[in-house]
């Protein structure tokens, strides 16, 4: 293992930071941002962020229910759906289709309970949701010996292509109020490699495994409401630069608008189940009938038959958004107000958008929806990056996360871990991390009183 592939894990810039930060002691701090009065509006419907399509459960289970505009006659394909979601591929049951190479068995396995996945909390702790994305040392596309991704299982094995040991670093510092905080920054080093060592400058991508819910809504809204947000020349002088990402639909052979994916690297809601698939279970399917490792061959028959397919989209595409809580609280209405002055709603975009009409699917239709996103690329800064590209997208740039259902990844998921790589140990972390383009709106967060930061806080709990 080499020091220079170690240091993948830790960018420059965020080499830069832990110099600012060592020195916030010994210089004076920025004068604390005071934002008085503020205009507490509620937005008609803004409790329901999925529209009709939205369910009021607040529990455990809040992530991986059908929507209540969804007529009864398809709850039986549904729960087919979630039977294939939650299926163990490595039961003989149903074929030899996992694998060989394989990160999870399941798409459970990672997206537990429909939910967020986390890194591992110590050392000795394996890896489970916490993926490792390659790429060629020499330039685009996957690593020519591992692949796109690095897998930890091997069927009938005791072991896959390697192992990976998550460390970190904490980095302190100081609101402008006088109260501290730390951040912890993650590093890597990879252990156990069995087909060699990773060269010097290969590229790699730690992704937790997000939420599923909502997907079929996302995949709703207009490409033009999407295009409309859109300023990569910074023309308005924002300082905002959001961008699509433009990549290949796999089934219509053409290049399109990606919308999921850490990166936006997947255009459709079929294509983004379909490479998880081949990617995480090595499970050939329709869109992708050859297995991912390098010396992969296309399967005489897919692994995954297309009705199994057809019913774990059906499942995906109508995994509901959960209500909002609290929203007309006054100290959540402050927090919203504050959201939108220190500029966090510039990507994590507040206002509704429409879906359009989705053939077949009446509860996505017509929607107004709350995302709170814009499913654009925006570069994050150095201390964020990954260093590697997606499509268009730089090893600095990253899709905006919608952030609806945020607020209760505690109860469904059992953590609250965020972020790409779930370095930030709960909300106010994720904001802290922020740079790039959100740099200015993170350092107006640590300028803010105490109430106005916990107004805030209290607001992204609230969805």
Same mark, same amino acid.
């Given at each position: 293992m080499s020091r220079r592939l170690y240091l993948l894990g830790i960018p420059l810039g965020a080499l830069v930071l832990t110099a600012v930060w060592a020195q916030a002691g010994r210089r004076p701090l920025p004068p604390p941002l005071v934002l008085g009065q503020l205009a507490l509006a509620l937005e008609p419907g803004e409790e329901l962020p999925g529209g009709a399509a939205t369910v009021t459960e607040a529990g455990r289970n809040a992530f991986g229910r059908s929507p209540p505009n969804m007529d009864r006659a398809r709850w039986p394909e549904f729960h087919l759906g979630k039977r294939v979601f939650d299926r163990d591929w490595s039961d003989p049951g149903h074929g030899p289709g996992l694998g060989p190479l394989f990160s999870s068995n399941s798409c459970m396995g990672c997206h537990v309970k429909d939910g967020r996945g986390r890194p591992p909390l110590s050392p000795s702790e394996p890896l489970v949701s916490l993926a490792f994305q390659l790429g060629s040392p020499t330039g685009p596309g996957p690593h020519p010996v591992y692949g796109e991704q690095l897998d930890l299982h091997h069927l009938g094995q005791a072991r896959g292509e390697g192992s990976v040991e998550v460390g970190h670093e904490e980095l302190t510092g100081t609101f402008a109020t006088g109260e501290p905080y730390s951040l912890l920054r993650p590093a890597y080093r990879f252990k156990d490699l069995t087909r060699g060592p990773l060269e010097d400058g290969t590229p790699f991508s730690p992704r937790v495994s997000p939420a599923n819910f909502g997907l079929g809504l996302l $995949? !709703?809204? &207009? $490409? $033009?409401? +999407? +295009? !409309? +947000?859109? =300023? &990569? $020349? =910074? *023309? =308005?002088? =924002?300082?905002?630069?959001? *961008? &699509?990402?433009q990549v290949e639909d796999v089934k219509e052979r053409r290049t399109r608008m990606g919308r999921f994916g850490w990166k936006a690297n997947q255009p459709t809601l079929l294509q983004q189940v379909t490479h998880a698939l081949v990617a995480d279970m090595g499970l050939t399917n329709e869109l992708y009938p050859r297995a991912q490792e390098p010396e992969g061959v296309p399967a005489a028959t897919p692994d995954v038959k297309d009705y199994d397919l057809e019913r774990l989209v059906f499942y995906t595409r109508l995994l509901a958004v959960p209500k909002r809580r609290d929203w007309d609280a006054p100290g959540v209405l402050r927090g919203k107000a504050v959201f939108r002055a220190i500029g966090c709603a510039s990507c994590h975009v507040d206002r509704p958008m429409e879906t359009e009409e989705v053939a077949g699917f009446p509860e996505l239709s017509r929607q107004r929806i709350f995302p709170y996103s814009d499913l654009l690329l925006h570069d994050m800064g150095e201390a964020l990056a990954d260093g590697r590209p997606d499509g268009l997208a730089t090893g600095q740039e990253w899709r905006t996360p919608p952030l609806w259902g945020i607020g209760l990844t505690a109860t469904v998921s059992g953590h609250t871990r965020f972020l790409h790589d779930g370095r930030a140990r709960n909300l106010e972390e994720a904001v802290l991390w922020h740079g790039g383009e959100a740099a200015p709106a993170q350092e107006r967060y640590t300028r803010l009183v105490l109430e106005d930061r916990q107004a805030l806080l209290a607001f992204l709990g609230s969805l």
């Open positions: $995949e !709703a809204i &207009p $490409e $033009e409401t +999407l +295009l !409309a +947000l859109a =300023d &990569p $020349e =910074d *023309r =308005d002088g =924002d300082g905002i630069s959001g *961008r &699509p990402n």
